[in-house]
């Protein structure tokens, strides 16, 4: 669509356009949603000002994205929203060139801008290109994006930083005096007048520089804009991200002035849907909604896992004051907003920095606590080396929680629970188990909080899958426990909601295999494993998780160091390749990995 000779009323008109159609949309695919209708004045004026087929136009996290999607020719293609074979909730190039990069975890965009930058340079292309970076308030509590920001000061490559404020501000201003202090600052009359000075106190010395520092600094003082400043990196803001008008002429005199800009919007979270506007968690990221009332599609009664994880550490904390816990921005996602509430200085959100959050944990342990630390799989992907330099190597006793473990769904790729069995299994000290339902959950809860070693457990997001199985036994470490005793060659070996998966599978067949809940991962129950090798030589692998590295891969090792030759194993572990996003049924079925379809498979053989 293209905007470039469109009106401030056509522009206004459109914006109002792109929110009636992404709420169409979102209240009934579920996404993102109060983010995303904040930030459409600002894409907008991003598409009228820049240009996104040779421009980056480059989103962090990307989940505020759906109006850059609609201005891309994804309109009517826009209702398969994160349905199964559909768009991404996220930018991706395969969707369309003016998609610069993959999205999905947070604070990545500004390192992305500071590269691309690099590459316009050395193609001598930065008179007819600019990257043009989006970033959230809160994605600016990672660590990276102050990496990438310090590089930039020291570089100075063009670039335009839109931080769009829609929590805090930065630095708080004061006032109206603020707010007239950088509008002045966004005016061209300002910039004319600072560059005018800075060339003419190129010709007077140290001396007319520092005067000239000074007089400008005190104006900044009483702006959240001191710090970029001092960064190296020029500060516009912050101005108002629902008035079109403001914002095109910012652009255009930051388009202009061949430097690192950062530009500071405020914004208004929902803007547009009354009922989810404002500082509301629960509209960030919504299921299936009535776009009337606001009330959410009828869900599931079944308990979820998250929740289950709650009481569970809920009980422990209860009955010990040295368990503690810690999440990275997801208090209500992870469930840790009803310990945080309860006991507000044991349990703390450390905002979006995991790598944080697992060193202090570390050094909590070190000083006599049992922490607790809540991440999801994906986001545990970025604490990896603090996992093994600041718990692992020192053997601190840790307990790393991981929700959202396997396929998550309309996230996709960027967020399914694949990989945390393979990089954490290579790790030594390190200890993997898992519950495979709500009394198990319960009894590994309690289990951990006593062991006196890192430890991991892995979970599903939603409910553990349904079945008549024995009740659960408590857990010791490396003991797994036998389910289901048959006279068959079939061994169904489940890890956490594998078990579950195994068990619906049983059901299907004639002939019923045994089933074994393996519980730990590493270390493995040498004495049971054995056992079961001696009475059944084709074991099948049940586990959430990716092939490489995985569940089946530790059953291989340990087959080949017991040099046990008679014993095949099948994996039903994901394949090597990214996961798609979709409804999780439609993506397991995609992989073969339904019940019918697995009881089929083997039938067949």
Same mark, same amino acid.
């Given at each position: 669509?293209?905007?470039?000779?469109?009106?401030? @009323?056509?522009?206004?008109?459109?914006?109002?356009?792109?929110?009636?159609?992404?709420? =169409?949309?979102? @209240?009934?695919?579920? %996404?993102?949603?109060?983010?995303?209708?904040?930030?459409? =004045?600002?894409?907008?004026?991003?598409?009228?000002?820049?240009?996104?087929?040779?421009?980056?136009?480059?989103?962090?996290?990307?989940?505020?994205?759906?109006?850059?999607?609609?201005?891309?020719?994804?309109?009517?293609?826009?209702?398969?929203?994160?349905?199964?074979?559909?768009?991404? %909730?996220?930018?991706?190039?395969?969707?369309?060139?003016?998609?610069?990069?993959? !999205?999905?975890?947070?604070?990545?965009? *500004?390192?992305?801008?500071?590269?691309?930058?690099?590459?316009?340079?050395?193609?001598?292309?930065?008179?007819?290109?600019?990257?043009?970076?989006?970033?959230?308030?809160?994605?600016?509590?990672?660590? /990276?994006?102050?990496?990438?920001?310090?590089?930039?000061?020291?570089?100075?490559?063009? $670039?335009?930083?839109?931080?769009?404020?829609?929590?805090?501000?930065?630095?708080?201003?004061?006032?109206?005096?603020?707010? /007239?202090?950088?509008?002045?600052?966004?005016?061209?009359?300002?910039?004319?007048?600072?560059?005018?000075?800075?060339?003419?106190?190129?010709?007077? %010395?140290?001396?007319?520089?520092?005067?000239?520092?000074?007089?400008?600094?005190?104006?900044?003082?009483?702006?959240?804009?001191?710090?970029?400043?001092?960064?190296? *990196? =020029?500060?516009?803001?912050?101005?108002?991200?629902?008035?079109?008008?403001?914002?095109?002429?910012?652009?255009?005199?930051?388009?202009?002035?061949?430097?690192?800009?950062?530009?500071? +919007?405020?914004?208004?979270?929902?803007?547009?849907?009354?009922?989810?506007?404002?500082?509301?968690?629960?509209?960030?990221?919504?299921?299936?909604?009535?776009?009337?009332?606001?009330?959410?599609?009828?869900?599931?009664?079944?308990?979820?896992?998250?929740?289950?994880?709650?009481?569970?550490?809920?009980?422990? !904390?209860?009955?010990?004051?040295?368990? +503690?816990?810690?999440?990275?921005?997801?208090?209500?996602?992870?469930?840790?907003?009803? &310990?945080?509430?309860?006991?507000?200085?044991?349990?703390?959100?450390?905002?979006? !920095?995991?790598?944080?959050?697992?060193?202090? /944990?570390?050094?909590?342990?070190?000083?006599?606590?049992?922490?607790?630390?809540?991440?999801?799989?994906?986001?545990?992907?970025?604490?990896?080396?603090?996992?093994?330099?600041?718990?692992?190597?020192?053997?601190?006793? +840790?307990?790393?929680?991981?929700?959202?473990?396997?396929?998550?769904?309309?996230?996709?790729?960027?967020?399914?629970?694949?990989?945390?069995?393979?990089?954490?299994?290579?790790?030594?000290?390190?200890?993997?188990?898992?519950?495979?339902?709500?009394?198990?959950?319960?009894?590994?809860?309690?289990?951990?909080?006593? #062991?006196?070693?890192?430890?991991?457990?892995? #979970?599903?997001? %939603?409910?553990?899958?349904?079945?008549?199985?024995?009740?659960?036994?408590?857990?010791?470490?490396?003991?797994?426990?036998?389910?289901?005793?048959?006279?068959?060659?079939?061994?169904?070996?489940?890890?956490?909601?594998?078990?579950?998966?195994?068990?619906?599978?049983?059901?299907?067949?004639?002939?019923?295999?045994?089933?074994?809940?393996?519980?730990?991962?590493?270390? &493995?129950?040498?004495? $049971?494993?054995?056992?079961?090798?001696?009475?059944?030589?084709?074991?099948? +692998?049940?586990?959430?998780?990716?092939?490489?590295?995985?569940?089946?891969?530790?059953?291989?090792?340990?087959?080949?160091?017991?040099?046990?030759?008679?014993?095949?194993?099948?994996?039903?572990?994901?394949?090597?390749?990214?996961?798609?996003?979709?409804?999780?049924?439609?993506?397991?079925?995609?992989?073969?990995?339904?019940?019918?379809?697995?009881?089929?498979?083997?039938?067949?053989?």
């Amino acid at each position: 669509m293209d905007i470039k000779n469109f009106t401030l @009323s056509q522009l206004e008109e459109l914006s109002q356009k792109i929110r009636n159609r992404i709420l =169409e949309v979102v @209240s009934s695919n579920g %996404g993102h949603l109060s983010s995303t209708l904040g930030a459409t =004045e600002i894409i907008v004026a991003m598409h009228k000002v820049f240009d996104a087929t040779k421009d980056p136009f480059i989103f962090d996290v990307s989940h505020q994205s759906y109006a850059h999607k609609l201005l891309t020719e994804r309109w009517e293609e826009f209702a398969t929203l994160r349905q199964f074979g559909g768009l991404s %909730g996220y930018t991706k190039p395969s969707e369309s060139p003016s998609d610069y990069f993959v !999205a999905g975890h947070s604070s990545t965009s *500004i390192s992305l801008g500071v590269g691309a930058a690099k590459a316009i340079v050395l193609k001598h292309e930065q008179e007819s290109r600019i990257p043009v970076v989006v970033i959230g308030d809160g994605a600016m509590s990672a660590g /990276m994006a102050y990496e990438a920001l310090n590089e930039l000061g020291d570089r100075k490559y063009p $670039m335009i930083i839109i931080l769009n404020d829609n929590e805090m501000s930065i630095a708080k201003p004061i006032g109206a005096i603020s707010r /007239m202090l950088s509008s002045a600052m966004a005016s061209p009359f300002y910039q004319r007048f600072k560059k005018k000075t800075e060339q003419f106190v190129d010709n007077f %010395g140290e001396g007319a520089h520092y005067l000239a520092k000074r007089f400008e600094e005190s104006f900044k003082l009483i702006t959240p804009g001191i710090m970029f400043e001092e960064m190296g *990196i =020029e500060y516009i803001g912050p101005i108002d991200g629902h008035d079109l008008k403001s914002l095109i002429e910012t652009f255009e005199i930051a388009k202009g002035m061949g430097k690192p800009v950062l530009i500071h +919007v405020q914004t208004i979270k929902g803007k547009g849907y009354e009922i989810a506007e404002g500082k509301h968690e629960k509209w960030h990221g919504v299921s299936p909604f009535d776009l009337k009332s606001g009330a959410a599609s009828a869900k599931s009664g079944a308990k979820s896992a998250t929740q289950i994880y709650t009481e569970a550490l809920m009980a422990v !904390a209860d009955a010990n004051p040295n368990v +503690v816990g810690v999440t990275a921005a997801m208090p209500s996602g992870t469930g840790l907003s009803a &310990l945080m509430e309860k006991y507000p200085d044991r349990f703390w959100d450390v905002a979006i !920095a995991e790598q944080h959050a697992v060193t202090s /944990m570390g050094a909590l342990a070190k000083e006599g606590f049992k922490p607790f630390c809540t991440i999801y799989s994906t986001f545990l992907q970025r604490g990896f080396d603090q996992v093994i330099h600041d718990v692992c190597l020192m053997d601190l006793p +840790v307990v790393i929680a991981m929700d959202r473990a396997g396929i998550v769904g309309e996230d996709g790729e960027t967020h399914q629970g694949a990989y945390d069995i393979s990089f954490l299994r290579l790790i030594p000290n390190m200890t993997l188990c898992a519950p495979r339902d709500e009394r198990s959950f319960h009894q590994i809860v309690e289990f951990a909080a006593t #062991y006196e070693h890192p430890c991991a457990i892995r #979970y599903p997001r %939603g409910a553990f899958f349904e079945a008549d199985l024995p009740e659960s036994l408590p857990f010791e470490k490396g003991k797994a426990q036998l389910l289901l005793a048959n006279d068959s060659d079939r061994l169904f070996i489940g890890y956490g909601n594998g078990v579950g998966r195994a068990a619906q599978t049983i059901a299907l067949m004639e002939q019923k295999p045994s089933l074994l809940d393996l519980r730990f991962v590493k270390p &493995l129950d040498d004495v $049971m494993l054995r056992k079961m090798a001696a009475l059944h030589k084709q074991w099948y +692998v049940f586990s959430d998780s990716a092939r490489l590295g995985g569940v089946g891969s530790a059953l291989l090792e340990w087959l080949s160091e017991a040099k046990i030759t008679d014993v095949s194993v099948v994996s039903f572990e994901y394949d090597d390749e990214f996961i798609k996003h979709g409804n999780a049924r439609m993506v397991e079925e995609s992989l073969g990995l339904l019940p019918e379809q697995l009881a089929a498979a083997i039938n067949a053989e």
